[in-house]
């Protein structure tokens, strides 16, 4: 048989447990009866593309990125959100890139999240047309403009013709060849003891005479040249193996 004491035992077990139900019932119901907003998977990767077009370094139309969120739609409180993207490390990493999201509403942590992006960067570089030997000048018909797009860092690629107009290899390179930085050195556009042509100018006033160089110097650098018919020692910039351009 069950005792009186068993008895009020169960009887104030189930009003224990029929109050736990209610309350758990009412909360629900408040939660299920709050205004939600439900953020889609589409606004979270255009969100998260668009902070890393901003947050890194190269040129954003250089750059082709994919967001990975496995995520679904979120589900949240109606009402302004924080959007607060991170992302660790350096501002010019491509590859694989991890960062975060934390999701915030009066500043309060709704939703922490971690994304992923695979950028990839496209490369404007040189490569030769022909074999070329140790101690070349370039010229423009010796490469040519191509494009790469890469998942990893290209360091010391030739970008730009400036980087090679005038320069001299320093190396003998194939036909096909993708230029680096250590293949070519830059080369003097005047030398000691080349004579050259000086001019002077002030306004529409030009004078010209002739010169002969005291030092080796490169295009747009500041270099001694010697008047031959004054015999003095002026300083002027080099405008091309020809000419120097000297102030009066």
Not at 50 to 77: C, H, M, N, S, V
Request: aromatic content about 6%; glycine content about 8%.
């Amino acid at each position: 048989m069950i005792s009186d004491n068993h008895l009020k035992s169960l009887s104030h077990f189930g009003i224990t447990l029929l109050l736990s139900l209610c309350f758990i019932l009412l909360g629900a119901g408040t939660v299920w009866g709050a205004e939600v907003q439900k953020i889609g998977t589409g606004e979270v990767r255009d969100l998260a593309k668009q902070f890393l077009l901003d947050e890194l370094t190269w040129d954003p139309e250089r750059l082709a990125i994919k967001i990975e969120y496995r995520g679904g739609d979120l589900i949240l409180p109606k009402g302004p959100l924080d959007w607060n993207f991170k992302l660790p490390g350096r501002k010019n990493r491509i590859g694989r890139v991890p960062f975060q999201l934390t999701l915030k509403q009066d500043g309060r942590i709704l939703r922490q999240i971690r994304l992923q992006a695979m950028i990839q960067v496209t490369y404007n570089l040189f490569k030769t047309t022909k074999q070329l030997q140790r101690g070349h000048i370039f010229d423009l018909n010796d490469v040519k403009s191509i494009q790469i797009h890469s998942k990893i860092l290209l360091r010391n690629k030739i970008n730009d013709w400036d980087q090679l107009e005038g320069r001299q290899l320093t190396r003998s390179i194939d036909e096909g060849e993708i230029l680096s930085n250590y293949m070519v050195k830059k080369v003097p556009l005047v030398k000691r003891g080349d004579r050259i042509l000086l001019i002077a100018k002030r306004g529409t006033l030009k004078v010209t005479a002739p010169g002969v160089v005291r030092e080796n110097g490169f295009k747009d650098q500041m270099v001694k040249v010697e008047n031959v018919q004054s015999h003095k020692i002026v300083y002027g910039t080099v405008l091309n193996s020809k000419t120097i351009l000297v102030n009066f």
